[in-house]
Structures are given as C-alpha cells and as structure tokens.
C-alpha cells in the first residue's frame, strides 16, 4: 500500500515536473521565432522536410477518405431521395472534422515522429551540446525553426486533404453512381459557410498543428539520449499526439458548433 | 614550476569544486589551474567525471560548490548572454566529433562563423579552406560526416572548433578509439596548434602514452578527488601506487580487478534467486 502511494506521488510529481519543463521550452521556442525572421532560409528548408514531404499520404490518404464517404454517403442519402446533398456531406465532414483531425493525426505519424527521432539523436550524438558550446542556442537555431515549420504546414495539409477528398468523394458519387455532378458542387456552394466551416477547420487544424509540433519537438529535446530512450520519446510523440488531438476536437467541437 | 606561478599564469582556475548527480559525489572539493599556452592534461580511470569536468568549466553544468574562473570571470555567475559571449572564446572537441549530420564538412566548419559573424561568403570560404588546410582535410570538403572515419570526424570537429580563433580548446578523450596512425596524427595536430595559435589546451584522457608525450602538466584523477600532479617525468615517478597502476596498467593493485561482490564459493552455492 505504502509501495502504491509512493509510486503515485512520485508519477504524479514527475507529471507536474514535466508539464513545467515543456512550458518553459515552448516560451523559449515561441521567443527563439522572432529572431530566425530574418533567416528565412532556416524555415523553408523545415517546410520542406514537415511540409512538403507529407504531402503524398496527405494526398492518398485524402483521396481514399473521400471516396469511402462518396460511398457511404450516398447509401444513406438514396434511402431518403436525397442524393443530391452528397456533396454537401461529403464536404462537411471533412471540413469540419475529418480533414483536419486525421490529417493531423497522419501529420503526428509522419512528421511528428521524425522530429522527435531527429532532436533526439542529435541530442544522444551531443549535437546539441555541441552547438550550445559553440555559443549557438540549439533552441532558437533548431527547435524555433521545426516548430513554426509545423504550425504553417499543419493547416495547409489539412485543407489540401479535405480538397481532395472532395474530389475523390465527387469521382464515386457523380463517377460511379450516377449524382448529378452540377448538384454535387452547387449543393455544397450553397450549404457549406466560409465562416461556420472553413475558418473553424483551419482554427482547429491551426491548434492541432500547434500541439503536435509542440509535444514532438519537446519529447525529442527531453528524451533519455539513449538507442531506448529516443525510440520511447518517439511512441510518446504519437500516442501523446493522437490524445491531444482526439480531445482538443472534442472540446473545440463543444465550443465552436454549438448553438448559434 | 612553483604552484603560486602556475596559478598566476593560470587560463582557467577550478577553486573548491564540489558536484554530485543524486547521491554520487562525483567531485569533492577539487583545486586546479590551467595554464596559459600549455597542454594540461586530466586523467583518470573511465566514469571519473573527466568530461563531467569539462562540462563544468564549459558552463554547461553547475557546481554545487567552489567556483571556475576562465580569464578572470566566474563562469556560474555569468549571464546567459555573458556566457554566450565567453563560450566563442571557448572551443570543445566532443568525444564523437558532434558534427551537425546535415551538413558536409565546409559547412559544418562555416557554422560557428555563419552564426557569429557577418563575414562574406568569400571570406568565410577562405577561412574555412585555411582551418580545413591546418588539420589536413581540405580534400575532403564536400564530404558528409557519415562518410568519415573516426579520426577525421574529430580532425573536422577541431577545424570547426578552431574555426573562431578561440583562446582555448577542451579535448574529450581525443584518442579513444583510434587507431594508431590516427591517434599519432591528433597528437601531433594538438600539439602544434596549441603553439602556433598560441592556445590553452587542456586535454581530458585516459590515454597514457598519447597524452604524457604531449601534455605540459597531469593532473590524476580518481573517484573526485585530484590523487597526484606535475610534470609527465614527476608523475612517472609518483609514489602513489595508485597513480603507479594506472599509468603502467596492471590488472590488480590498488584498483582490484573484480567489481563488489560477497564470496564466490557462497555465490555459486547459493539458490540464485534475484535479491
């Protein structure tokens, strides 16, 4: 009993403790952006490595998601007679959920997990004590970089997802079975609001992209500099991701949808 | 060398060093100097807290107590950007060579002055070629650091580390793991730069015979405490059959060969279970 109790306060604490450490290392990104503006270079190579390199699963995994609500969509909608919203359900569960939450979720498996694995092995091969010997702030001149990288790329892979899976809804729905294509993108001119559903998502993609990049690079910065230590910040990153992501939707969801 | 005028002359000056990770005191109470434009050497059994040290006067770690003086100021009482400020002047060649993974060879030497200085690209090419010259690697400037052996990784490490002309340079454990013609060609690179850059070098080692050629002063180091100094001829002639072990490399004397242990006839009689 005295066993568990200990255990617990002892989690518990290294918690807090943590919590602690990963704020103060996001204030010290956040601050460390403003003085690599006028490097751009330093960011547009991040760009390319977290952005455009998650470009093709974005894609894929949009097309594919698209399609399966063209199907599923349309099942349900000819019970009713109403095939024509296809478009409009289609282009609404991706704005306002499905895009930016599996794209981000996708985005914690692609890019999220090689950020962690690559601050902590230049962690684990002294890079980083290295460059701070060199009186260069590994924190501003890698970490600042990564995450702005991350918060741009975030919103913009979401939306080309839900792009996307419009088509590949609109490729099965007026392609294979036969919904009249002008009501398939007129319904969704018509229902789909800029305001309710479009900047929502890219708020929501906004913020999970923030999280994401903020718990990947933090793991990889705190990782036990260890062949073990940097592959268990690396499960942490994405299951840690994918919680944040689930109940960030959850609450942002309650908040922005709700009666209006 | 009377201890007064090395401690005059000294770079870099360790005062009651206390440091402990948890319970293990790995420094008590330590007294060192480092002198201007020699090679002093720290050596000491692996898991001494030699890099530890290093880490110390590098600012990287803080001492629970004494102090560490590099040209005159306290390193723990700087500021952050004092400390930034110091450390230019400060190089450190880490045991793995630290190179940015990245990056070729010219641009992990660039580094330090692309981030410090806002010399042209012209200039930064020159002086990288020179520094790339002096460790014998210019040849290799568009290679990646995956595609060097050991020993060039660190020769790139120390053209990078001297890179900003600094007033001195920490070696971790340069010779470990080379092989002999390597280990002869960072012998002879540490000892020439330090006279014709007119460095302070001090050199963290368990390398007897690469480090006693070289080196101006030993310090030997062994579980935090400082057991013997002086001059490579002095420490040879130490007294201290500890000291005498470590450089001869015996298996048994003072440090016994076998870790802890109770006895081996009750050990192997006994049920084995995990205790």
């Given at each position: 009993?005295m066993?568990?109790?200990?255990t617990?306060?002892?989690?518990?604490?290294?918690?807090?403790?943590?919590?602690?450490?990963?704020?103060?290392?996001?204030?010290?990104?956040?601050?460390?952006?403003?003085?690599?503006?006028?490097?751009?270079?330093?960011?547009l190579?991040?760009?390319?490595?977290?952005?455009?390199?998650?470009?093709?699963?974005?894609?894929?995994?949009?097309?594919?998601?698209?399609?399966?609500?063209?199907?599923?969509?349309?099942?349900?909608?000819?019970?009713?007679?109403?095939?024509?919203t296809?478009?409009?359900?289609?282009?609404?569960?991706?704005?306002?959920?499905?895009?930016p939450?599996v794209?981000?979720?996708?985005?914690?498996?692609?890019?999220?997990?090689?950020?962690?694995a690559?601050?902590?092995?230049?962690?684990?091969t002294?890079?980083?004590?290295?460059?701070?010997?060199?009186?260069?702030?590994?924190?501003?001149?890698?970490?600042?970089?990564?995450?702005?990288?991350?918060?741009?790329?975030?919103?913009?892979?979401?939306?080309?997802?839900?792009?996307?899976?419009?088509?590949?809804?609109?490729?099965?729905?007026?392609?294979?079975?036969?919904v009249?294509?002008?009501?398939?993108?007129?319904?969704?001119?018509?229902?789909?609001?800029?305001?309710?559903?479009?900047i929502?998502?890219?708020?929501?993609?906004?913020?999970?992209?923030?999280?994401?990049?903020?718990?990947?690079?933090?793991?990889?910065?705190?990782?036990?500099?260890?062949?073990?230590?940097?592959?268990?910040?690396?499960?942490?990153?994405?299951?840690?991701?994918?919680?944040?992501?689930?109940?960030?939707?959850?609450?942002?969801?309650?908040?922005?949808?709700?009666?209006? | 060398?009377?201890?007064?005028?090395?401690?005059?002359?000294?770079?870099?000056?360790?005062?009651?060093?206390?440091?402990?990770?948890?319970?293990?005191?790995?420094?008590?109470?330590?007294?060192?100097?480092?002198?201007?434009?020699?090679?002093?050497?720290?050596?000491?059994?692996?898991?001494?807290?030699?890099?530890?040290?290093?880490?110390?006067?590098?600012?990287?770690?803080r001492?629970?107590?004494?102090?560490?003086?590099?040209?005159?100021?306290?390193?723990?009482?700087?500021?952050?950007?004092?400390?930034?400020?110091?450390?230019?002047?400060?190089?450190?060649?880490?045991?793995?060579?630290?190179?940015?993974?990245?990056?070729?060879?010219?641009?992990?030497?660039?580094?330090?002055?692309?981030?410090?200085?806002?010399?042209?690209?012209?200039?930064?090419?020159?002086?990288?070629?020179?520094?790339?010259?002096?460790?014998?690697?210019?040849?290799?400037?568009?290679?990646?650091?995956?595609?060097l052996?050991?020993g060039?990784?660190?020769?790139v490490?120390?053209?990078?580390?001297i890179?900003?002309?600094?007033?001195?340079?920490?070696?971790?454990?340069?010779?470990t793991?080379?092989?002999?013609?390597?280990?002869?060609?960072l012998?002879?690179?540490?000892?020439?730069?330090?006279?014709?850059?007119?460095?302070?070098?001090?050199?963290?080692?368990h390398?007897?015979?690469e480090?006693?050629?070289?080196?101006?002063?030993?310090?030997?180091?062994?579980?935090?405490?400082?057991?013997?100094e002086?001059?490579?001829?002095?420490?040879?002639?130490?007294?201290?059959?500890?000291?005498?072990?470590?450089?001869?490399?015996?298996?048994?004397?003072?440090?016994?060969?076998?870790?802890?242990?109770?006895?081996l006839?009750?050990?192997?009689?006994?049920?084995?279970k995990r205790?």
């Amino acid at each position: 009993m005295m066993d568990f109790i200990q255990t617990l306060g002892r989690n518990t604490r290294g918690s807090f403790t943590k919590l602690g450490r990963a704020t103060f290392f996001l204030v010290q990104t956040i601050t460390g952006i403003i003085e690599i503006l006028p490097r751009p270079r330093l960011l547009l190579k991040q760009l390319y490595s977290v952005g455009v390199l998650s470009f093709l699963i974005i894609s894929i995994s949009g097309l594919f998601v698209g399609m399966v609500l063209g199907l599923q969509g349309f099942y349900i909608l000819s019970d009713f007679g109403a095939e024509e919203t296809l478009g409009v359900m289609v282009a609404a569960s991706l704005v306002r959920e499905l895009g930016p939450v599996v794209s981000a979720l996708l985005f914690a498996g692609r890019a999220g997990s090689a950020l962690t694995a690559e601050i902590g092995l230049m962690k684990a091969t002294e890079q980083l004590s290295g460059m701070e010997m060199m009186a260069v702030d590994p924190i501003k001149r890698i970490i600042s970089p990564r995450f702005l990288a991350g918060v741009i790329s975030m919103p913009l892979l979401a939306a080309l997802f839900s792009a996307i899976g419009i088509i590949g809804g609109q490729i099965v729905g007026s392609g294979l079975l036969g919904v009249d294509e002008g009501a398939y993108w007129s319904q969704m001119q018509a229902k789909i609001d800029f305001q309710d559903d479009i900047i929502n998502g890219v708020i929501k993609s906004l913020v999970f992209g923030f999280v994401t990049s903020w718990i990947a690079l933090f793991e990889g910065y705190d990782a036990i500099p260890t062949s073990e230590g940097v592959s268990r910040a690396t499960t942490r990153t994405v299951v840690n991701s994918a919680f944040s992501i689930l109940g960030l939707d959850f609450i942002l969801t309650a908040l922005m949808f709700g009666d209006d | 060398m009377s201890d007064s005028v090395r401690s005059q002359n000294s770079l870099v000056a360790v005062r009651g060093l206390s440091f402990s990770r948890g319970d293990n005191k790995i420094f008590k109470d330590v007294f060192m100097d480092f002198e201007r434009g020699k090679i002093t050497a720290i050596m000491g059994p692996s898991g001494t807290g030699k890099t530890t040290l290093l880490k110390l006067i590098g600012g990287q770690l803080r001492p629970a107590q004494g102090s560490i003086t590099v040209d005159g100021s306290n390193v723990h009482r700087l500021r952050r950007n004092e400390l930034f400020v110091l450390r230019k002047r400060m190089g450190m060649l880490f045991q793995s060579g630290a190179l940015l993974t990245d990056m070729n060879v010219y641009d992990n030497v660039a580094f330090p002055l692309r981030e410090h200085t806002h010399l042209s690209e012209s200039m930064i090419r020159t002086l990288v070629l020179m520094k790339l010259q002096a460790v014998g690697l210019r040849g290799a400037r568009n290679l990646m650091p995956n595609e060097l052996s050991g020993g060039m990784a660190r020769r790139v490490a120390l053209a990078r580390a001297i890179a900003l002309d600094p007033m001195m340079i920490m070696y971790d454990e340069p010779f470990t793991g080379q092989d002999p013609i390597s280990k002869g060609v960072l012998v002879h690179l540490i000892k020439s730069l330090n006279a014709t850059l007119g460095l302070t070098s001090i050199i963290v080692s368990h390398d007897v015979h690469e480090t006693s050629a070289i080196a101006d002063y030993i310090y030997v180091v062994s579980d935090g405490k400082v057991i013997g100094e002086g001059t490579p001829t002095e420490i040879k002639q130490s007294s201290s059959e500890w000291v005498q072990q470590f450089m001869d490399g015996s298996a048994d004397g003072p440090v016994h060969f076998h870790y802890p242990a109770k006895d081996l006839q009750d050990d192997l009689m006994s049920t084995g279970k995990r205790y």
